[in-house]
């Protein structure tokens, strides 16, 4: 099993940048892709990045490409997302989630879908004010 822990969310203005981090204790982290998804009140969870287990792959929704950056840091078993020039509709609870992976990594379709991963933090929220 694996525990998630987000944080570093919290009230920012339009145009500034927040970091989140994604602590993930239990089993081996380098066998897990990781995941970012949000959810904004009244709609559905949707995605926002993803990374393979490797680190060397990276996919993000086409609503954050070139704002957000996500990485992850082996040592410290934690998947981090960087928010650049963030919005008010970046409003949202964020989340973290893994996916037990054994082979190769997969593509965008498969890491947007939340529905493939295995485990998810409780979320933090972010808000961004105009």
């Known amino acids: 099993q694996v525990q998630l822990v987000e944080s570093g969310g919290g009230l920012v203005l339009a145009g500034v940048s927040l970091r989140l981090s994604c602590l993930a204790s239990g089993r081996t982290f380098s066998r897990w892709a990781m995941g970012w998804f949000r959810q904004a009140p009244g709609k559905e969870r949707e995605f926002v990045a993803a990374?393979?287990?490797?680190?060397?792959?990276?996919y993000y929704a086409d609503s954050v490409k070139g704002r957000f950056t996500i990485s992850r840091d082996s040592a410290k078993n934690t998947v981090n997302l960087q928010m650049n020039s963030m919005k008010p509709d970046d409003t949202a609870v964020y989340y973290c989630?893994?996916?037990?992976?054994?082979?190769?990594?997969?593509?965008?379709?498969?890491?947007?879908?939340?529905?493939?991963?295995?485990?998810w933090g409780q979320g933090t929220q972010v808000t961004v004010s105009s």
């Open positions: 989630a893994a996916d037990y992976e054994e082979g190769p990594a997969y593509s965008i379709r498969y890491y947007s879908n939340p529905q493939n991963y295995d485990y």
């Open positions: 990374i393979s287990r490797s680190g060397d792959r990276t």
